[in-house]
């Protein structure tokens, strides 16, 4: 803060609160022996916490709009919803596509509010094992029908990047309800979903 003329004004180049991620992030770029005060990175340690801020702080907006319906034991497959999140083990990304499928009971789940769902789960540090249990258990909530799969199909970056540097795609299942007793139903559901 600077006095002039009497009256105290902001110096707008200092931020008074600053994130305490921009200095996570300068200390990081010493530590792997970089300058962060040389002309590239001078404003990376502001835009790492502002992604990371913008990461964990995703507002999926509403999830639960349903729409009544008559019809039962109907197949209802969203499928290739893309979604980018973390792993938890080395914090490096990971991409899914992810297929979201259920059986309404009476209540049937606007197409956008899976998409939602799955963005919202992925928007935190995660496995992706937990990814697909985690959107099965709202989808199972929001729609109250036992009878949900879900399937994610993912690359790891933690894989391909690093250790065996190899690309491969991981996937990973959660049956619950009729999708865990019926493999006729799940037959159905692979063939449909299969891209
Ligand atoms: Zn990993």
Not at 67 to 94: A, G, N
Not at 165 to 171: E, I, R, V
Request: with cysteine.
């Amino acid at each position: 803060m600077t006095t002039h003329a009497g009256r105290d004004i902001i110096d707008l180049a200092e931020p008074p609160d600053e994130d305490p991620l921009v200095d996570v992030a300068r200390q990081l770029l010493k530590e792997i022996g970089e300058d962060p005060d040389r002309d590239g990175l001078r404003d990376t340690p502001q835009r790492f916490a502002r992604w990371w801020r913008e990461f964990v702080d995703y507002h999926p907006g509403t999830v639960e709009t349903l729409f009544e319906s008559t019809t039962t034991s109907q197949l209802v497959i969203v499928s290739d919803i893309r979604v980018w999140s973390l792993c938890e083990h080395h914090l490096l990304p990971f991409n899914a596509a992810v297929t979201i499928a259920y059986r309404p009971t009476g209540h049937l789940l606007g197409l956008s509010k899976f998409a939602r769902v799955a963005h919202r789960h992925a928007h935190k540090l995660q496995v992706q094992e937990r990814l697909v249990a985690d959107i099965a258990h709202d989808i199972t909530t929001i729609t109250g029908t036992p009878d949900v799969a879900v399937i994610a199909r993912g690359e790891h970056l933690c894989m391909t990047m690093r250790g065996i540097k190899a690309s491969a795609l991981m996937t990973s299942t959660a049956y619950h309800g009729a999708f865990a007793t019926d493999s006729a139903l799940r037959g159905e559901l692979l063939s449909l979903a299969r891209p």
